[in-house]
C-alpha cells in the first residue's frame, strides 16, 4: 500500500481547501492562504507567506536561506501574493536583515520553470519571468513587466512597470518602465507599444510615452539635459512623473539608449 509521506509541521497554518500533494514539505512558521495547490516534491522553508489561489508546481523551493554570506541565521520572510503561479524548480529565498527582511512577490505573478528570485528582491502585481530568469539580490521589478527566458539580473538592478526585457538578456543596468529592452548591452529598443495596448493603454497614452523617450534616448541630450526637456516640455501626468522619479531614483545607472 502507498504512503503519502508529506511532512507538515503542526504549527504551520494551512487555509481551507488546500491541496498538499505526497513527498512536500511544509515547515514550522508557514502561512499558506486558502484554496492553493501544492504539487509533490515541493519544499516550503519557515517564513513563507503564501496567499490565496496559488499554484505552486514540482520541485519548487520557497523561502529557502539566502545564498549571502551576511546572512547569520536571523529570521525573515517570502511573501507571495494571491493568484501567483510558481512553477518546476523555482527557488525564491528568505530576505536578509541588513536590507528589507522580505523577499516580497506580488499577486498574479507567473514564474516560469527554474527561475531563480533571491534574497530581498520585489516583483510587482503581474509580472512574468520565463523559464529560468536568475535575478540577484535586491532586484525591484514593477508590475506588468515581462522577461524572457534565460534573462539575467544584476543586483540592485530595477526594471520598471510595464518594461520587457528579450530572452537572453543580461540586465546590468535599471531599466526605465514601459520600454522593450533588447541586444548586448541591453539597449533601449522602443516603447513597449504592444504590452501597453493589450493593457488598454490609449494611442495618445502611447504617443505621450514615446515622446518621453524620443526626448531621453534619441535625441542626442545627455541625461541631465534630456530630464529638464522633459520636464519643462512636456505635460504632467501619471506617466511622466513615474518616468522621471524612476531616472532620478536610479542608483546603477539607465541602459543605454539603441543603436542606429
Do not use: W
Amino acid at each position: 500500500m502507498s504512503q503519502n509521506l508529506t511532512y507538515i509541521h503542526p504549527d504551520a497554518k494551512i487555509g481551507q481547501s488546500v491541496t498538499i500533494e505526497p513527498f512536500s514539505f511544509i515547515d514550522e512558521d508557514v502561512v499558506i492562504g486558502d484554496g492553493c495547490t501544492i504539487g509533490p516534491n515541493v519544499t516550503i522553508k519557515a517564513g513563507a507567506r503564501i496567499g490565496n489561489n496559488c499554484q505552486i508546481y514540482p520541485g519548487a523551493v520557497i523561502a529557502g536561506e539566502p545564498q549571502d554570506l551576511k546572512f547569520q541565521g536571523e529570521k525573515s520572510l517570502v511573501t507571495i501574493g494571491d493568484n501567483s503561479i510558481i512553477r518546476e524548480c523555482v527557488t525564491i529565498n528568505r530576505g536578509t536583515a541588513l536590507d528589507r527582511s522580505n523577499t516580497e512577490i506580488g499577486a498574479h505573478v507567473v514564474l516560469m520553470a527554474y527561475t531563480h528570485v533571491a534574497h530581498d528582491c520585489v516583483i510587482g502585481d503581474h509580472v512574468i519571468l520565463a523559464n529560468a530568469v536568475q535575478m540577484a539580490g535586491h532586484v525591484h521589478i514593477g508590475e506588468h513587466a515581462f522577461l524572457g527566458g534565460t534573462t539575467a539580473v544584476h543586483q540592485f538592478a530595477k526594471i520598471g512597470a510595464h518594461a520587457m526585457i528579450s530572452g537572453g538578456s543580461l540586465v546590468r543596468k535599471d531599466v526605465p518602465p514601459y520600454v522593450t529592452a533588447a541586444r548586448d548591452p541591453l539597449s533601449y529598443m522602443g516603447v513597449n507599444s504592444i504590452g501597453l495596448r493589450r493593457r488598454e493603454f490609449t494611442n495618445e497614452k502611447i504617443n505621450e510615452l514615446q515622446d518621453i523617450y524620443r526626448i531621453f534616448y534619441v535625441s542626442g541630450l545627455n541625461n541631465t539635459d534630456a530630464l529638464e526637456k522633459i520636464k519643462t516640455e512636456l505635460k504632467p501626468s501619471l506617466e511622466r512623473d513615474e518616468i522621471i522619479r524612476f531616472i532620478e531614483d536610479s542608483s546603477r545607472g539607465l541602459m543605454r539608449g539603441g543603436q542606429e
